[in-house]
C-alpha cells in the first residue's frame, strides 16, 4: 500500500483532532502534555463543545496551552485557575469550563482554591498534570516529589525532616463533598491513553451535567527535569510515581445519577 | 416619580449601587470595616433578581481571581476589601492591569500597616495610587466623600473600567463605610446579555465561534520587544485617562488665602475647618480630589499658587502631600497634617495645627462665612469612630 491509499480517509485509524492547531509545541521530546493536550481538544470536539469551552490555563510548563487548541483561554496567575475557573463558569453556567494544571501550580500554591474549588462542587473540571518537579522553572521540588528524588531544590534527594512528604492531594480532594469524580491516570502507553482519554470524557460530562468537579490526575514525565531519556522516564515513572500514586477511581459519586 | 431617598452606610450603598447598575458577580471575602458590603449583597440576594452572582471567597487571593475570571468574560465583576485584604489582591489587580482586563475593586481602608486597627485610615494612598501591585501600571482610583458618591462612584467605575479596559479602585474609609447618610440610589440597569458582551468586549472569553479565531487573557508575553510594546500601549492608555478623566471639586476658592487639599472622609473633616476659619476672619479654600490617579496636578498648581500656603490633610504620615508638592513645584510653602493609626482630627484640631504650621494670624473680629458645603457634623464623626470601636477585627 503506497502512502497516497493510506491517507485516505477511509483508510485512516489515527486523525489529529481539529482544534490542536499546528503551532509547534515547545514541549520537551517524551512529555506527557501533548497527549493530554490531544485528549482534551478530542474530548471537546466530540462532545460538540468547541464553542461553549473555556480552558483556563496554569503557570508551569502548561502555561502555553492557550498556543495550541483552538478554544477561548484565560491565563491564571499561578496556582488560581480554580478561582478563575470558579468564577468564569458561576457567571456563565451553560459553558464547558476545565482548568489544566501542574502539580506546583495545583498542589503547593494553589492548594486553597483547589480544595475550596471542589468543596464548593464547581461544575468543572481540573485536569491535573502530576510529574513530580516543576518543569518551566528548571526542575526543582514539587510538593508531589517523591521522597528520595534528586531536584534542583533537593539535589541530594527529598528528604522528609527537610522537605516532608509527597503530597497525594487528589486522595485529599477525594474527600470533599463537592468532588464527585477523582481519578488518577497516565499516557505512557496506548492502553492507558484510553483509559485517560474516558476518564476525561466522564469528567467533561459531569460538569456539563452539573454533578460537581472533577479532578483527572494524570501522572506524568518530565524527561527533562528527571534527567532520563523519554523511554528511561516512562519506565521509571511505572515503577516508582505508580508506587506512591497508583491508577484508577478514587471516587466516583457519578454512577446511575 | 419623586426620587426616592434613603439613609444607609456607605458600605450597604456600594452594595445596592452594584445590583442596580446591573453588576454581573461579586467575590469577597469578610473583613472589617466593610463586611457589610457582602453582607448586605447575600441579604438581597440578586441572584434571584437581576441574576447577579454573589460569593464569598475563600480568600482575597481568590476573590481577585474570580474578578479576573469574569472580568475575563467581559461580565461587570467586583470584589470589596480593607486594606490587609487589599494587600492580598495587588496580585490580581497586577494581573488585571497587565490582560487590560476591567473591574471594580472597593477598599474600605483601615490603620496599619500589618494587621493594624479597624479603625479610618488613609494609609494606603501610596499604595493605592503608585503600584501597589508589581509592574508599570496604573488604577483608576475614585474616593469618595460621601454616602452618596459611594453609590455613585460604583456606576463611574465600571464605567470608567470598561471604557479603558483597566481595573478601577473606591478607596475609602471606614468613616464613609460606615457613617449613615441619605442617598439617592441609581436606577436599575438591565445586566449586558451575553449576545452584547460579545458585541462590546470582542476579546472577552466566552467560547470561540467558529466566526473568530480564538481569545486569550493573559499577560504573558516572553518575547521582550512584544512585551515593550505592550507596556507602550499601556502606557499611552494611561496618558489619555489623565488628559480625560481628571475629576476634582472646588468648595469656597474664589479668591482664598489659603487652601486645603483633602480627599475623602478628610475632605468633610476639613469642610468643617473652612467654618471654623471663617468665623475667624481667614478665607481657605478647599479642593478634594475625586480621582487620585488621575491626580488633579493642574488644577492644584493653577489654585494653588495663588495661595499663601497649603494645607494637605490626610489621616496618614504624608502620602498625597508628595503630589500637592509636585503640583505647585514647591512655589508656595505645602504642610502637611495628619493623624495616625486610626485616629481621627476634631476639626479644630486640624484648624490649629494649620494656623501653627502656615503662621496664619487671625482676628475674631473680620468674622466672616464661607460656603463650606456639607461637612461632617463632629458629634456625627464620634458616633461613627464609637461605633467602629464596638466591632471586631
Redesign the interface.
Known amino acids: 500500500m503506497d502512502i497516497q491509499e493510506i491517507i485516505k480517509p477511509e483508510n485512516l485509524v489515527y486523525a489529529k483532532p481539529k482544534l490542536l492547531n499546528d503551532n509547534p509545541m515547545h514541549y520537551c521530546p517524551g512529555c506527557s502534555h501533548g497527549v493530554v493536550h490531544k485528549l482534551a481538544a478530542e474530548v471537546i470536539e466530540e462532545m460538540g463543545l468547541?464553542?461553549?469551552?473555556?480552558g483556563?490555563?496554569p503557570v508551569g510548563c502548561a502555561?502555553f496551552a492557550?498556543n495550541y487548541i483552538?478554544?477561548?483561554?484565560?491565563?491564571?496567575?499561578h496556582g488560581?485557575a480554580p478561582?478563575?475557573?470558579?468564577?468564569?463558569k458561576?457567571?456563565?453556567p451553560d459553558?464547558m469550563v476545565f482548568t489544566y494544571q501542574g502539580d506546583g501550580d495545583l498542589a503547593a500554591i494553589g492548594t486553597?482554591?483547589t480544595?475550596?474549588a471542589a468543596n464548593r462542587g464547581e461544575n468543572i473540571v481540573i485536569i491535573f498534570i502530576n510529574n513530580g518537579i516543576y518543569g518551566m522553572t528548571g526542575g526543582q521540588m514539587a510538593p508531589t516529589t517523591l521522597v528520595g528524588m534528586k531536584t534542583a531544590t533537593c539535589p541530594h534527594g527529598r528528604n522528609v525532616e527537610l522537605n516532608g512528604y509527597p503530597l497525594k492531594i487528589s486522595n485529599l480532594i477525594a474527600q470533599l463533598d463537592g468532588a464527585c469524580y477523582v481519578t488518577r491516570q497516565s499516557v505512557q502507553n496506548a492502553n492507558a491513553v484510553k483509559k485517560t482519554k474516558k476518564a476525561l470524557r466522564k469528567a467533561f460530562e459531569n460538569a456539563m451535567n452539573r454533578k460537581g468537579t472533577s479532578v483527572v490526575e494524570v501522572v506524568s514525565t518530565c524527561a527533562s527535569g528527571w534527567k532520563m531519556t523519554p523511554d528511561q522516564a516512562n519506565k521509571w515513572m511505572e515503577v516508582h510515581m505508580f508506587e506512591k500514586y497508583p491508577l484508577g477511581d478514587l471516587k466516583d459519586v457519578t454512577e446511575g445519577n | 416619580m419623586a426620587e426616592e431617598v434613603k439613609l444607609m452606610k456607605g458600605n450597604e450603598a456600594i452594595a445596592h449601587a452594584a445590583i442596580r447598575y446591573g453588576c454581573d458577580g461579586y467575590f469577597g471575602y469578610p473583613i472589617t470595616p466593610q463586611s457589610e458590603v457582602m453582607e448586605t449583597l447575600m441579604d438581597e440576594a440578586p441572584w434571584e433578581t437581576t441574576g447577579m452572582v454573589v460569593l464569598q471567597a475563600e480568600s482575597e487571593v481568590a476573590a481577585i481571581n474570580m474578578v479576573y475570571g469574569g472580568a475575563a468574560c467581559g461580565k461587570a465583576v467586583m470584589t470589596s476589601s480593607s486594606s490587609p485584604g487589599v494587600s492580598l489582591k495587588q496580585e490580581g489587580i497586577s494581573y488585571m492591569a497587565g490582560a487590560e482586563l476591567p473591574g471594580l475593586i472597593v477598599n474600605i481602608m483601615r490603620g496599619g500597616p500589618g494587621l493594624g486597627t479597624i479603625q479610618p485610615s488613609q494609609a494606603d494612598y501610596f499604595q493605592t495610587t503608585k503600584g501597589g501591585g508589581h509592574g508599570d501600571y496604573r488604577l483608576i482610583t475614585l474616593a469618595p466623600a460621601s454616602v452618596q458618591e459611594m453609590a455613585d462612584f460604583v456606576k463611574l467605575g465600571f464605567d470608567l473600567s470598561f471604557k479603558y479596559c483597566n481595573p478601577a479602585m473606591i478607596l475609602s474609609d471606614g468613616i464613609i463605610g460606615q457613617m449613615m447618610e441619605k442617598v439617592v440610589l441609581p436606577d436599575y440597569q438591565p445586566r449586558r446579555s451575553e449576545e452584547q458582551i460579545r458585541k462590546d468586549c470582542p476579546w472577552s472569553t466566552l467560547g470561540k465561534p467558529e466566526s473568530r479565531g480564538r481569545n486569550v487573557i493573559t499577560s504573558l508575553e516572553l518575547d521582550s520587544a512584544e512585551m515593550e510594546k505592550n507596556n507602550i500601549r499601556f502606557q499611552k492608555k494611561y496618558k489619555e485617562i489623565e488628559e480625560n478623566e481628571i475629576r476634582y471639586e472646588e468648595i469656597n476658592c474664589e479668591n482664598p488665602e489659603y487652601l486645603i487639599v483633602a480627599f475623602g472622609s478628610s475632605a468633610r473633616i476639613c469642610q468643617k475647618v473652612m467654618e471654623i476659619a471663617a468665623s475667624e476672619g481667614v478665607k481657605v479654600g478647599l479642593l478634594r480630589p475625586i480621582t487620585l490617579w488621575p491626580y488633579p496636578y493642574k488644577a492644584i498648581h493653577d489654585l494653588g499658587v495663588k495661595v499663601k500656603g497649603i494645607l494637605c490633610m490626610e489621616l496618614n504620615a504624608g502620602q498625597m502631600i508628595e503630589d500637592v508638592r509636585l503640583a505647585v513645584e514647591c512655589k508656595v510653602p505645602v504642610v502637611h497634617y495628619g493623624r495616625l493609626g486610626g485616629i481621627v482630627p476634631d476639626p479644630s484640631e486640624v484648624w490649629e495645627a494649620m494656623k501653627a504650621k502656615l503662621d496664619i494670624k487671625t482676628s475674631h473680629s473680620d468674622k466672616t462665612t464661607a460656603e463650606t458645603g456639607d461637612s461632617i457634623d463632629p458629634d456625627q464623626l464620634k458616633e461613627v469612630i464609637s461605633n467602629l470601636n464596638k466591632m471586631v477585627p
Open positions: 468547541e464553542d461553549k469551552t473555556i483556563v490555563a502555561v492557550y483552538d478554544i477561548d483561554w484565560v491565563e491564571a496567575a488560581r478561582a478563575v475557573a470558579t468564577a468564569v458561576r457567571l456563565n459553558k486553597a482554591e480544595i475550596h
